[in-house]
């Protein structure tokens, strides 16, 4: 019998939090469908942020950042998205998990070490996370996906239509920073918006400023979340690898 699944989810959950349970529910349907057997543990920010987070941490196949930003700690967020990115662990990021992996990456590979976010430092001097121009919150819109990526190979159409509860993303004057180095800009608005970035060498390292979890189901798990399962289960099956 395969090994069973843990995943890790990066937030501090609330139970009244109509995402928090949608992110649940859609792991859940999706291994069903799989076949597989998960275990689910929310990770709370402060605790990532804490000497011992490396044990929390290294019990985990895949790792979630998930909606609900600002997190109690940033640092513990983006200690989580950091262990993702280095040790080969699968990784999603919706929602405030999609701003927050772009900060890492800006951060601990840019080496913008004032890379910040507009929502909860909205006086900081570099933005790479900024309000946006057009509400997107409780809507739902198209993606253009780029041929050739990753991505496109789990969702197999070239748009797809998904569900926001966001009002910032990345900072358009930021995009080609975070494109050229390394971290893929593969899905957008029909302006030319980031909507996905991926780590193309990464065995799974996903944001997506949209909600896979809310247009999931029991019957059609959304394709980037199993994708991302048989990610982590690989990962539990013993193929670990480290990825820059």
Known sequence: MANPITIGIIGD??????THLKTNSALNDAARS?????????????DLQRASSEQLLGRCDGLWCSPGSP????????????????RGVAFIGTC???????IEYARNVLHCADADTEE??????????????????DKTLTVRIKPGSRVSQYIRKPEIEEHYYCNFGLNPDSKEAIDKGGLKVTGEDPNGEARIVELPEHRFFVGTLFLPEQS????????????????????AHGQRSVAG
Not at 71 to 86: N, V
Not at 226 to 235: D, I, N, W
């Open 13 to 18: 959950f609330n139970p009244e939090n109509e």
């Open 34 to 46: 799989l076949d597989r057997e998960i275990k689910i543990e929310w990770l709370a920010t402060p």
């Open 71 to 86: 997190y109690q700690s940033m640092e513990g967020a983006l200690t989580g998205i950091k262990f993702a990115r280095e």
């Open 96 to 102: 405030g998990g999609f701003q927050h992996a772009v």
């Open 120 to 137: 909860s430092s909205p006086s900081a001097s570099n933005l790479f996370i900024t309000r946006l121009v057009c509400s997107v919150f």
């Open 216 to 235: 999931s189901t029991a019957a059609a798990p959304h394709p980037l979340i199993l994708a991302f399962l048989e990610a982590a289960g690989a990962v």
